[in-house]
């Protein structure tokens, strides 16, 4: 044997396999360009397909859970911020939510408008920046996604004027918000607002109706109606598969009900779809954003009655979940009337999503992984928690 | 015009071979010779070193501003030394060799790509009787020596002792053999319409004139379809986007040369931008009337600059379709070489053929068109139907 | 059809090329260190220690009271207690903190301290170029290192500062007014015992 082949580790032929060569083991990540963050797979290639995949996770473990349970109920809340560090507002919100029924908290009017607006501009750049890296990993060299960064400034702009932060916000609080809006931030959000649905038209034409996108995404990594219910996966990759499920429509958290918007759903299940569903939920977060933008309310954005120090809700037990940019975010609180949490556990989107990676891959080849995973949205701050 | 002023259009455009003359010509006669080809192996050298420099700021800058940014701004003016920068950088750095690797093919993997791509320009006329020999199989010792890179590229794959690696050089050999073919097909038209090898004489052919139109094998039917393969095949050959599959850093990281840090990494840039120039120059020679000036009335521009600029709009051409497309598949990439360039050039020669045997005219225009475009129009359904590939439309709940 | 996407794309890019150097909103990328972008009030980095008046350490507003020591998510804060008073920000004899570190590599500039904080002590700093080349010593700041003047809190927050000094001021006057309230019973009682000593003296004679 050359030495040269040595060094590649040759698989022995698992019996009853139906391979015609030998199959050739690489593990991509926990340092590699596309896997979003430290993401290992373990990839067993028959020449350049998929046979098996393995992903393996756990390089960014933080201790998450455990450090809330040892922590104040406000101190967690920078914590969850990184999370899913692209939409610390979202994050936020879903844990406040949680701490706010399990104390049984009221939250005014017009925090609740806030969180809307905030969190519907966070799925915006989200989604725009998901885009970006999707077609990133495609091989078109960054230029959707700088397209995206160039609009997503404009949301962080917003939120570094609200929060102080671009991206680490902390800005929900039990019972409203940190702040109230600062002068001018409505009508720069507005004016934000009315530029995206440019932003997205030149999207769509750059990339909508791209025959190499369309080759290489329609009728890749197809997630079936029945095994993405099964498999609990959730937000746009279910919506995507053409399951009707929406935490804003069937949990109608907040006051998403005073909201007209429409949930689009994908037909396919494929790599496309979770594309296209994405870049249309887009248009429909702005459709909410310019209705909360013109009714938001006068008034107190905290509910007076909470306490910033000592806050030590009663015993019991409280679940929240909202409807993440990555899909159905949950938080689950044990209070044992304390001042911190007996019980505290996340249910990550991205982690959930994750399971179905292998199903979707295999099959296809070492180039659609990376687009595969891409379009499946996982960060892994809150993967690994 | 008077015709001193013929004279010096005439001397400007051919003062790079009157001053190699003059400098040869006080040398012994058996020198006379082997040191004019080692200067003009120079020139060659450094203008076409210096010409990759320009590139990849021109790159750098222009994919920048295709994706709303500033591009390099930082060195010299308006960035523009920054591949001085980037040179000293990459001398500097630390020259890893994988401890298990093949050292002696590792090291000679970045030095034959390099040497296979200048060798390449020996025989590109860069301008009127600029050009380093002039074979008479000059354009069959082209693709001969282009297929060198073939072998560098394998070497630096297979002697990295890596896996990705590896699969890079896999799928570097399948695409560049795959595309070589559609491309040496797509010159072939241009060889059986001249009926020489010789590049000079390929471009002596198209530097004449009806009124002010050139007689460029480009504006010929089969000729722009031609173009338009050979530059599809030349894109594949030399990496680029969309096609650059060997080393998509998305997937497999770089591909070959993963393997490579330092200034083999930069040489094995280096060959690559070298081997899409020397492509290019082949386009232009082959399609684009070579040195030959576009119009009648611009001959006095001397015949260097328009190879030059040229090939710079070639090269500009490459780098807004790098801004803007995707990359393919393997499989899909395979599929459009034989599914489609394959039969469309082969079916280039043909219609070459019948071009050649009707009379000129409109009707022949009409029939060449015609015999083009429908089976282009159908390999492309065809390559498309088996996949359903569509924009779709989306159903919304409430 | 076949390319026609393809082309659509390539459109795109052209016009954004060309829109790069003709429109400001295509260009939104900032040339850091000659332009810098607007202060932003909301704006956080690490926090710091108001001080009133000239001298730092006698004006620190702060009174170690640990409330932010404890809150702190990360655990970045070490306070010591002094064993003597000085009067804080509003005239009450307090304790003050002998050491108050920050150690800067560990903060994740949440801002939960100055949430927590009863006495506007402690407050985010908008500054942010804080590279070193020690990464324990010169990440770890000391009492003197966190000082700053409460004008400079004004510079950098003005909003906010001014409704941190209005309540402040609003509080000092409050004491103050208890303060010679208390003077003035104080007085009062002393008068008034002493007139009832007198008449008692007057009543005795």
New interface residues.
């Given amino acids: 044997m050359s030495t040269a082949t040595e060094a590649i580790r040759i698989i022995p032929k698992s019996p009853g396999a139906n391979d015609e060569g030998q199959w050739l083991e690489v593990s991509m990540g926990p340092q590699h360009p596309s896997t979003h963050g430290v993401f290992r797979m373990d990839v067993v290639l028959d020449g350049e397909r998929i046979v098996k995949l393995k992903p393996v996770f756990g390089y960014l473990h933080r201790n998450h859970e455990k450090i809330a349970e040892n ?2 109920y ?6 969850t ?1 990184r999370l899913d560090y692209f939409c610390s507002l979202t994050n936020n919100w879903a844990y406040a939510l949680a701490v706010e029924k399990l104390a049984g908290i009221q939250v005014p009017e017009r925090a609740e408008y806030i969180r809307i607006i905030t969190a519907e501009l966070t799925r915006f750049q989200n989604h725009a920046c998901l885009i970006g890296f999707l077609t990133q990993d495609m091989g078109a060299s960054g ?1 959707p996604l700088m ?1 995206a960064f ?1 609009e997503r ?1 404009k949301i962080l702009d917003l939120f ?6 671009r991206m ?1 916000c ?1 800005y929900m609080r039990f019972g409203g918000c ?2 109230d809006l ?1 002068a001018g931030w409505i009508e720069q959000a507005r004016a934000a607002v009315a ?1 995206f649905p440019r932003f997205l038209d ?1 999207f769509e ?10 080759a290489r995404t329609q009728g890749v990594g197809v997630l079936s109606k029945e095994f993405a219910v099964n498999a609990g996966v959730s937000g746009p990759v279910l919506r995507a598969s053409g399951v009707n499920y929406d935490v804003r429509k069937a949990d109608k958290y907040g006051i998403y009900d005073r909201f007209a918007f429409k949930i689009p759903l994908g037909e396919h299940g494929d790599t496309y779809d979770r594309y296209m569903v994405r870049l249309l939920e887009m248009r429909e977060s702005l459709k909410i954003l310019e209705l909360a933008l013109r009714d938001i309310p006068a008034g107190p954005i905290v509910d007076p009655k909470t306490k ?2 000592g806050f030590r809700p009663k015993p019991g037990e409280a679940y929240a979940h909202i409807e993440a940019p990555k899909g159905d975010l949950g938080f689950y609180l044990i209070s044992d009337g304390s001042s911190n949490p007996y019980r505290y556990r996340v249910r990550p989107p991205s982690l959930v999503n994750l399971t179905v990676l292998e199903e979707l891959c295999i099959g296809h080849n070492v180039a659609d992984v990376v687009v595969i995973l891409g379009s499946i949205d996982i960060v892994m701050g809150e993967v690994d928690r | 015009m008077t015709l001193s002023m013929f004279q010096a259009i005439d001397q400007i455009d051919q003062i790079f071979v009157t001053s190699q003359h003059r400098l040869v010509s006080d040398l012994p006669a058996e020198f006379q010779s082997i040191s004019s080809a080692i200067l003009s192996v120079i020139a060659i050298v450094l203008v076409f070193a210096l010409l990759f420099a320009i590139t990849t700021v021109l790159e750098r800058k ?1 994919l920048g ?6 591009g390099p701004n930082r060195v010299g003016p308006c960035g523009f030394f920054q591949p001085l920068a980037d040179g000293v950088k990459s001398l500097t750095k630390e020259d890893l060799v994988p401890r298990t690797a093949d050292q002696l093919v590792h090291f000679l993997a970045p030095v034959l790509l390099v040497m296979a791509a200048f060798l390449a320009y020996a025989v590109l006329p860069v301008g009127r009787n600029m050009v380093l020999v002039n074979l008479n199989a000059g354009v069959l010792y082209f693709f001969a020596v282009g297929s060198l890179v073939e072998l560098a590229v394998f070497m630096a794959g297979w002697s990295s002792r890596n896996k990705y690696s590896l699969l890079g050089a896999m799928r570097a050999i399948a695409q560049m053999i795959s595309y070589e073919v559609p491309l040496v097909l797509a010159s072939i038209v241009v060889i059986m319409a001249a009926g020489s090898l010789s590049t000079v004489s390929i471009v002596d052919m198209q530097a004449s004139y009806t009124g002010i139109w050139p007689h460029w094998f480009v504006f010929t039917p089969w000729g722009f379809a031609g173009f338009a393969l050979f530059m599809i095949a030349a894109t594949a050959e030399s990496n680029r986007s969309p096609f650059d599959l060997p080393e998509g850093e998305s997937e497999i990281i770089a591909g070959y040369y993963i393997e490579y840090s330092g200034f083999k990494f930069a040489l094995f840039f280096l060959g690559e931008y070298l081997g899409m120039f020397a492509t290019s120059a082949m386009a232009i020679t082959l399609f684009l009337g070579g040195w030959a000036a576009p119009f009648s009335f611009l001959t006095w521009i001397p015949s260097y600059l328009w190879f030059f600029a040229k090939l710079v709009l070639l090269i500009l051409i490459f780098i ?2 790098r ?3 995707p990359r393919l598949r393997m499989d899909q990439l395979m599929s459009f070489a034989w599914q489609f360039m394959l039969p469309m050039t082969l079916l280039n020669l043909f219609v070459a053929g019948v071009w050649h045997f009707m009379p000129a005219g409109i009707v022949r225009w009409l029939v060449c068109i015609a015999l083009l475009v429908a089976p282009a ?1 159908l390999l ?2 065809s ?2 139907q088996g996949k359903k590939f569509a924009v779709r439309h989306y159903r919304f709940a409430e | ?6 082309l ?7 016009r ?2 060309f ?3 003709v429109s400001k ?5 900032v ?1 850091f260190p000659e332009q810098r972008l607007p202060q ?5 980095n690490f926090p710091f220690l108001v001080y009133d008046g000239e001298d730092w350490q006698q004006g620190m507003r702060c009174v170690s009271c640990f ?1 932010c020591e404890k ?3 990360p655990k970045c804060i070490f306070i010591e207690k002094s064993t003597d008073k000085k009067p804080d920000a509003v005239g009450k004899p307090q304790f003050y903190p002998k050491v108050f570190n920050i150690d800067v590599s560990v903060c ?5 301290c100055v ?2 904080c ?1 006495f506007d002590a402690i407050k ?1 700093d908008v500054a942010f170029e804080h590279s070193t080349n020690n990464r324990f010593a010169g990440l770890l700041w000391d009492k003197k290192e966190l000082a700053k003047p409460n004008e400079y809190y004004r510079q950098i927050h003005p909003i906010e500062a001014a409704a941190v000094d209005a309540a402040l001021a609003e509080e000092r006057a409050k004491v103050a007014a208890k303060a010679k309230a208390a003077a003035d019973a104080k007085a009062a009682a002393i008068a008034a015992a002493a007139a009832s000593t007198s008449v008692e003296v007057a009543t005795e004679k």
Avoid: H
Avoid at chain 1, 205 to 214: R, V, Y
Avoid at chain 3, 8 to 14: D, P
Avoid at chain 3, 108 to 112: F, K
């Fill in positions: 922590e104040s406000l101190g967690s809340m920078p914590y911020d230029t397209y160039r400034e570094e004027s609200l929060t102080g932060a680490m902390n940190r702040v600062p530029s030149e034409q750059l990339l909508a109706s791209n025959e190499i996108l369309m910033i120090r | 222009g501003r295709m994706q709303n940014r500033y807004w379709i801004g803007t497309l129009i492309s359904r390559l498309k | 059809m076949f390319g026609e996407g393809i659509k794309g390539l459109a795109e890019t052209a954004n090329f829109g790069s150097y909103d295509r260009l939104t990328t040339q932003i009030e909301a704006a956080r409330i809150e702190c998510p994740m500039s949440c801002q939960i949430e927590v009863p985010m």
